[in-house]
């Protein structure tokens, strides 16, 4: 039976009240979210935090909606109402890509985008969109609030910008005309962790690529973001040649590591054909040209 | 810790320690067996319970998280003898063998029927994607929810 180690356990009523129990209980506590990465770390021992703080009960970490000229996602919000999101898929599509291939549908009940990116796992397919996306992220403190981008939140493996003493309350997406996305997957078995994802964003106006953003997942040891291949794009006409620059560049600037998954050199493969094949999707939606 | 909830239908409280699962809660403390414990991963699908309808993997949530939830358990379907349309279609389409992944099964559907009456193939295999039969090869599970889903249509119908 595989149980976690004692804890001692607290339930936040409050953002606040919850910032304050992590000033309060210092590094040894820690968020639990949906708890689908986190407890089953607690049961193998691999995460043995001392307190837990529930933020389960904070509905009002739970939205999605438009703001101006932004969409924002509340922390809490669980991968269902990603997925159901009507708002994201008439902007970022990518989300319900990823969605579909997430897990599953009962993992998807109770999964949140906070827990998702604060776990940093580099197979996890949210980091990479909204890398992609060129997600900003919003961590409360006691000293007030931070914003920061997708490339500045991934410190490491597993490690994020959220300090002790912080949480991550919003996920901040630009709406900026001519925009596209798709995120493309490939796994051994439904719901399994990815071989190898990539997400791309993309904005093209006047036929020319004004930005895009792409991400790998499962192929390095942190999300990859894939900058040189981004500087290629930029500024040119979307072809199909050049979106296989862009995924020969993937396959070179990727770093897998050979597991039960499949070798490196598939790995490599895999990054540059799923580059290329989300680059494609993006801008047949950015086109409105989607078959 | 101090935790209260409904579990089928009715308020169960006491002290529990915060690090006990709700699967381990639900069978060893309430001894309602029927919720299975299997991979206890989140993988298998076996322990899957309702928490305010929707489906859970219950060997991944701390029954300290369910203060003030609804939850419902295998055994709430069957009520005064009579089967839940989705017990009687597993029954009349032989979905089970060892009945092991049936009760995760029957919640899964359970769930997916109150949200959808009129799921496609396909709906209830995307559904039930997150429960492992290493048995039946699903095909008589998916008759059996589509059986249930008939049964429930025709029962609205005659009312």
Not at chain 1, 15 to 23: M, S, T, Y
Not at chain 2, 40 to 64: E, I, R
Request: hydrophobic share 40%; with cysteine; net charge negative.
């Amino acid at each position: 039976m595989q149980t976690p180690a004692p804890f001692e356990y607290e339930r936040a009523s409050s953002v606040e009240g919850a910032i304050a129990a992590l000033e309060r209980l210092g590094g040894e506590a820690r968020i639990l979210a949906g708890g689908h990465s986190l407890l089953p770390m607690m049961k193998l021992r691999l995460a043995s935090p001392e307190h837990l703080i529930d933020i389960n009960d904070l509905s009002e970490l739970a939205y999605i909606r438009e703001e101006g000229s932004e969409i924002r996602i509340g922390a809490l919000t669980r991968h269902v109402d990603l997925l159901k999101s009507e708002l994201l898929a008439r902007h970022y599509p990518v989300f319900a890509d990823a969605e579909t291939v997430i897990a599953d549908p009962v993992v998807r009940n109770r999964g949140t985008i906070g827990g998702s990116l604060c776990q940093a796992d580099a197979a996890e397919d949210l980091s990479a969109v909204c890398s992609a996306v060129k997600a900003q992220v919003v961590i409360l403190g006691g000293q007030g609030e931070r914003v920061v981008g997708m490339e500045e939140f991934h410190v490491g493996p597993y490690q994020t910008a959220v300090g002790a003493g912080e949480l991550l309350t919003e996920v901040r997406l630009a709406l900026r005309p001519g925009a596209g996305s798709a995120h493309e997957k490939t796994e051994r078995r439904a719901g399994d962790w990815a071989i190898a994802g990539a997400s791309a964003a993309i904005w093209i106006e006047g036929g020319a690529i004004t930005d895009v953003g792409i991400a790998l997942s499962a192929v390095g040891i942190t999300t990859v973001h894939l900058t040189r291949a981004e500087e290629q794009l930029r500024g040119e006409a979307p072809s199909e040649a050049l979106f296989a620059q862009a995924g020969a560049i993937a396959a070179e600037d990727c770093s897998p590591g050979a597991d039960g998954r499949g070798p490196i050199d598939y790995k490599r493969h895999l990054a540059g054909v799923l580059t290329h094949r989300a680059l494609r999707r993006s801008t047949a939606r950015a086109l409105q040209q989607e078959a | 810790m101090d935790v209260s909830m409904h579990v089928n239908g009715e308020r169960v409280s006491g002290e529990i320690e915060p690090r006990r699962l709700l699967v381990h809660f639900l069978r060893e403390d309430l001894e309602l067996t029927g919720t299975h414990w299997g991979c206890d991963t989140s993988n298998c699908g076996a322990c899957v319970v309702l928490m305010d309808g929707q489906p859970v993997k219950s060997c991944t949530v701390l029954a300290v998280s369910c203060e003030g939830h609804e939850i419902r358990t295998v055994e709430s379907l069957e009520v005064d003898g009579e089967l839940d349309p989705v017990q009687q279609g597993f029954h009349e389409l032989h979905a089970l063998q060892c009945g092991f992944c049936t009760p995760g099964m029957l919640m899964t559907a359970r769930a997916l029927l109150d949200e959808n009456p009129d799921p496609s193939d396909h709906e209830i295999r995307t559904a039930i994607s997150g429960a492992i039969c290493r048995c039946t090869g699903y095909k008589n599970i998916v008759s059996a929810i589509r059986w249930a889903a008939d049964a429930e249509s025709a029962t609205r119908q005659e009312a």
